[in-house]
C-alpha cells in the first residue's frame, strides 16, 4: 500500500511539473511578444496621438522651464504628456494623420572644429492620400532637440533662419548663456518646426540643419573633446485649415525617432592648442 502511495505522489509530481512547465512557456513567449510590440511602439513610433495645444501656444517645450530648473530626459517627457491632454478634436484626426507618418529618420554632424551642423533628413510615409489629405490641413514637424551641456544653440541665429524662411520657426528653452563654459552651464532644448505642404516636401523629405556650437567642453586624456547628442522627439501637428486660429487647437502625434542612432561630435582641439588661446586671451 506505502508503495502504491508513493508511486501515485511520483507520478502527480511529475503531471505537476509538466503542467507548471506548461504554464511558464506560455507566459514567457506572451511576455516576450509583448515585450517585442513596445520595443517597436517606442522605437519605430506607433502613430499615438499625443494630445491638443491650443493655436495660441506656438511651442510645446515653453512652459518645461517654467517649472523646472534644468532639464532631465524622464521628467521632460511625463510633463509633455500631463500637459497636453487628447480631446474630440484629437481623436476626430487620428487616423486621417497616420497618412504622414515617419518612414525614416537619417543623422549626421556636418562642419568641422567647435562650429557645426547636425544634419536631420525626415523621410514621411509616401501615401497616395498624402498630397490630398495636405491640401486642407496645415501641418508641422516638431523635432525637439535636448542638448547636452557641452554644446549651444545661438537663438539670434536660429532666429535669423526664421527671417530667411529655412525654418518656420524655432526657439531655445533652459540655459542659452551663450557665454559660460561647460563647467558652469546647464543642458538646452531646441525646438524647431517645419512646414510640411505638398510644395516643399520633395520625395516626401524634409531637412533640418541645426547649427550649434561648442562651450570648450573638458578634454580626454588624448586632447579631445566628445560630446554625444542623442535622438530628438518628433512630432507633428495637424489643424484643419477652416478653423478660426483664436478658436482652434493642434493635433499632436508622436513620430518617434525609429532607429536613428546618436550623433558623436568629437572636437579636434588639442590640449597645447586650447593652452595657447589661454596664454594669448591672458597676454
Given at each position: 500500500?506505502d ?9 502527480l509530481?511529475?503531471?505537476?511539473l ?16 509583448l ?13 499615438r ?8 501656444q ?21 510633463f509633455l ?45 509616401n501615401?497616395?492620400?498624402?498630397k ?6 496645415s501641418?508641422e ?26 525654418f518656420?520657426?524655432?526657439a ?5 548663456n ?34 550649434l ?30 478653423l ?12 518617434g ?12 582641439c588639442?590640449?597645447a592648442?586650447?593652452?595657447?588661446e589661454t ?5
Amino acid at each position: 500500500m506505502d508503495m502504491q502511495c508513493q508511486h501515485k505522489a511520483q507520478w502527480l509530481m511529475i503531471f505537476g511539473l509538466f503542467f507548471l512547465l506548461i504554464l511558464t512557456s506560455n507566459w514567457a513567449c506572451h511576455a516576450a511578444a509583448l515585450s517585442s510590440d513596445q520595443v517597436s511602439n517606442v522605437e519605430s513610433g506607433d502613430g499615438r496621438i499625443f494630445g491638443c495645444l491650443p493655436c495660441s501656444q506656438a511651442y510645446l517645450a515653453s512652459s518645461y522651464f517654467d517649472h523646472r530648473n534644468s532639464l532631465l530626459e524622464l521628467d521632460f517627457h511625463d510633463f509633455l504628456a500631463q500637459e497636453f491632454g487628447t480631446g474630440d478634436l484629437c481623436r476626430g484626426l487620428a487616423n486621417d494623420m497616420n497618412v504622414l507618418g515617419l518612414a525614416d529618420l537619417h543623422r549626421h554632424l556636418s562642419g568641422e572644429g567647435s562650429h557645426r551642423h547636425v544634419v536631420s533628413t525626415l523621410t514621411f510615409v509616401n501615401q497616395s492620400d498624402g498630397k490630398k489629405w495636405l491640401d486642407s490641413h496645415s501641418c508641422e514637424a516638431v523635432i525637439i532637440e535636448k542638448l547636452p551641456i557641452g554644446v549651444f544653440a545661438d537663438p539670434f541665429e536660429l532666429q535669423h533662419l526664421v527671417h530667411r524662411r529655412a525654418f518656420l520657426d524655432a526657439a531655445v528653452f533652459g540655459d542659452s548663456n551663450l557665454e559660460l563654459p561647460s563647467a558652469l552651464s546647464n543642458r538646452s532644448i531646441v525646438e524647431i518646426h517645419m512646414d510640411i505642404r505638398n510644395d516643399l516636401l520633395e520625395n516626401y523629405e524634409t531637412v533640418i540643419q541645426l547649427p550649434l556650437h561648442a562651450r570648450y567642453p573638458p578634454l580626454d586624456s588624448s586632447g579631445y573633446a566628445r560630446i554625444e547628442i542623442g535622438r530628438p522627439d518628433l512630432f507633428i501637428r495637424c489643424r484643419p485649415k477652416q478653423l478660426q486660429p483664436e478658436s482652434c487647437s493642434w493635433t499632436l502625434k508622436i513620430l518617434g525617432a525609429g532607429y536613428a542612432k546618436n550623433v558623436m561630435w568629437q572636437d579636434g582641439c588639442s590640449i597645447a592648442a586650447r593652452l595657447d588661446e589661454t596664454t594669448w586671451m591672458l597676454a
